[in-house]
């Protein structure tokens, strides 16, 4: 592969556990890259359901996997010419993504393209398996955690503050749902790898998570000078 001395950071996580702000602003603190693994998921549920294909439909789905014409430029997500950042972000396509994700052909067609994510001078990647399955031999490993009830909080005030009109009982469901769906799948389930450090986030902010992170990073790159 020719990268594997690259620094790479793997966060891991549930739904709404805080991944995706955490990640970016470690990302952006040390300089380093920024892959949000959950947003390629998004995008297959997203042509998926754009070009009628069935969310079962393991074969077409890897297809539609292998061509995804996606560009990141900042916080901006491009599919083809399109921008599809706040879309990519709603329900629907979290709901899908979780589907489009049970399948492991889906899985397979994305690894080189998330490993290609890691380049000088790093990478932080945020997602379920980045840990255990896309950098195994990543130089820190997270595991973000936080209690269902202020997930569902968090993500409420994420689609209020958005101008999404949702009923937080709505929200606490689809989230108890896709833990289910995530935990339990057969391939990449999503589970807390052996050698990464858990992070409660229940009670903490933004911030502090932040900074244990790059405290943690701290201490492994002093350790290895
Ligand atoms: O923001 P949130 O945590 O709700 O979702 P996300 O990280 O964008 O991921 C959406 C869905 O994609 C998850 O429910 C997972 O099923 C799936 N996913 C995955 O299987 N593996 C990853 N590395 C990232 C996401």
């Given at each position: 592969m020719g990268n594997n001395n690259i620094p790479v950071i793997a966060i891991d996580g549930p739904s709404a556990s805080g991944k995706g702000t955490v990640a970016r602003r470690v990302s952006e603190s040390l300089g380093f890259h920024y892959l949000d693994s959950g947003t390629l998921y998004r995008l297959v549920a997203l042509v998926a359901s754009r070009t009628g294909v069935d969310l079962a439909d393991e074969e077409a789905l890897a297809n539609i996997t292998e061509h995804l014409d996606v560009t990141f430029e900042g916080t901006e997500i491009r599919?083809?010419?399109?921008?599809?950042?706040?879309?990519?972000?709603?329900?629907?396509?979290?709901?899908?993504?979780?589907?489009?994700?049970?399948?492991?052909?889906?899985?397979?067609?994305?690894?080189?393209?998330?490993?290609?994510?890691?380049?000088?001078?790093?990478?932080?990647?945020?997602?379920?398996?980045m840990c255990s399955v896309v950098f195994p031999d990543a130089t820190l490993k997270i595991f973000l955690v936080a209690n269902t009830e202020t997930r569902a909080q968090r993500r409420y005030k994420q689609l209020m503050g958005k101008g999404v009109d949702v009923k937080i009982a709505t929200i606490l469901q689809d989230i108890r749902e896709r833990d289910a769906r995530d935990s339990g799948r057969s391939v990449a389930p999503l589970k807390q790898d052996a050698d990464s450090s858990s992070i409660d986030t229940t009670l903490l902010n933004i911030t502090e998570v932040v900074n244990q992170i790059l405290r943690q990073y701290a201490e492994i790159c002093t350790k290895n000078v």
């Open positions: 599919l083809g010419s399109e921008d599809v950042t706040d879309i990519v972000r709603s329900e629907t396509c979290g709901n899908g993504a979780s589907r489009v994700a049970a399948h492991s052909q889906v899985r397979k067609a994305l690894l080189g393209r998330q490993r290609a994510f890691r380049r000088n001078p790093g990478l932080v990647a945020d997602g379920r398996d």
